[in-house]
């Protein structure tokens, strides 16, 4: 055990799907799983172990931000010897061709700051998904006719953001999305040599003003979640 996650050495899957809500995670277990079993509740951030076509699954909360997700991805990773780590989260459209309930799938992840920057001082270093995992899950959502997009997102360390210069910037940049986590995702994986990748819904759009309906959420997601399963798998 440690300090945030309570499971036994054994508990924990080499494959860990880590959406921010807890209770996605135990919604996404509970759909998309089978024989599952809580294995982590400790602070409320629930994970669940569980079996996909064969293959072992965790799927862990992560919480908002990347402070919060630091914390469990260092510990999956040590602690855990977690060895693929795919975020599946929700994200804010910054491209008019980007639509809401797209899936954006994150080749780079841009930040102003990360819990990593201290370690990289005055070097910007420039985080990247997996490539394996990337083209793998572009082509899982190609199968299944999802509409999606392929290129950077922004995360950013506040959610309450009063800098639409910066917004207007990334726009003209090209990025896709804005989310929380992703970034210090890719940091931690490039660190401990292993595989991730962030995949999201959009759920809302920063030029429109559109949202995702609660009433439409969990077919979107669900979408999201079944591209991850297939990508962590694809080839074995």
Same mark, same amino acid.
């Given at each position: 055990?440690?300090?945030? /996650?309570g499971?036994?050495? !054994?508990?924990?899957?080499?494959?860990?799907?880590l959406? %921010?809500?807890?209770y996605?995670?135990k919604? @996404?277990a509970?759909?998309f799983l089978k024989n599952?079993?809580c294995?982590n509740?400790t602070?409320?951030?629930?994970g669940?172990?569980? =079996?996909? $076509?064969g293959?072992r699954?965790? /799927?862990? *909360?992560? !919480?908002?931000?990347?402070?919060?997700?630091s +914390?469990?991805?260092?510990?999956l990773? #040590?602690?855990y010897d977690?060895k693929t780590? +795919?975020r599946? %989260?929700?994200? %804010? %459209?910054?491209?008019? $061709?980007?639509?809401?309930?797209?899936?954006?799938?994150?080749m780079? @992840?841009s930040?102003?700051?990360t819990?990593?920057?201290?370690i990289?001082?005055?070097f910007?270093?420039?985080?990247? @998904? =997996?490539y394996?995992?990337?083209?793998a899950?572009?082509?899982?959502?190609?199968? #299944?006719?999802?509409p999606?997009?392929?290129?950077g997102?922004?995360?950013?360390d506040?959610?309450y =953001?009063?800098?639409p210069d910066?917004?207007e910037?990334m726009?003209r940049?090209g990025?896709?999305?804005?989310?929380m986590e992703?970034?210090?995702l890719?940091?931690? @994986?490039?660190?401990?040599?292993? #595989?991730?990748?962030?995949?999201?819904?959009?759920?809302?759009h920063l030029?429109? !003003?559109e949202?995702?309906?609660?009433?439409?959420?969990?077919?979107?997601? *669900?979408?999201?979640?079944?591209i991850a399963?297939?990508?962590a798998?694809?080839?074995d």
């Amino acid at each position: 055990m440690t300090i945030h /996650i309570g499971a036994e050495k !054994g508990d924990i899957a080499e494959t860990v799907l880590l959406p %921010g809500d807890p209770y996605r995670a135990k919604w @996404a277990a509970e759909k998309f799983l089978k024989n599952t079993r809580c294995v982590n509740e400790t602070r409320g951030m629930l994970g669940v172990t569980g =079996d996909y $076509q064969g293959h072992r699954v965790t /799927i862990q *909360g992560s !919480g908002m931000g990347m402070p919060s997700l630091s +914390i469990y991805v260092n510990e999956l990773i #040590r602690d855990y010897d977690a060895k693929t780590l +795919i975020r599946i %989260g929700t994200c %804010g %459209g910054m491209q008019p $061709q980007v639509k809401v309930r797209d899936v954006i799938i994150a080749m780079t @992840a841009s930040s102003l700051s990360t819990p990593s920057s201290a370690i990289f001082k005055e070097f910007n270093f420039a985080p990247n @998904a =997996d490539y394996r995992l990337l083209s793998a899950s572009v082509e899982a959502a190609r199968k #299944r006719s999802t509409p999606h997009h392929v290129g950077g997102i922004y995360s950013s360390d506040v959610f309450y =953001d009063e800098r639409p210069d910066l917004n207007e910037q990334m726009m003209r940049h090209g990025i896709l999305a804005v989310e929380m986590e992703a970034a210090e995702l890719y940091n931690l @994986a490039a660190r401990y040599d292993r #595989r991730a990748l962030a995949i999201l819904t959009v759920s809302d759009h920063l030029s429109t !003003g559109e949202a995702l309906p609660s009433s439409e959420r969990e077919k979107s997601f *669900g979408d999201m979640v079944e591209i991850a399963l297939e990508a962590a798998f694809d080839g074995d």
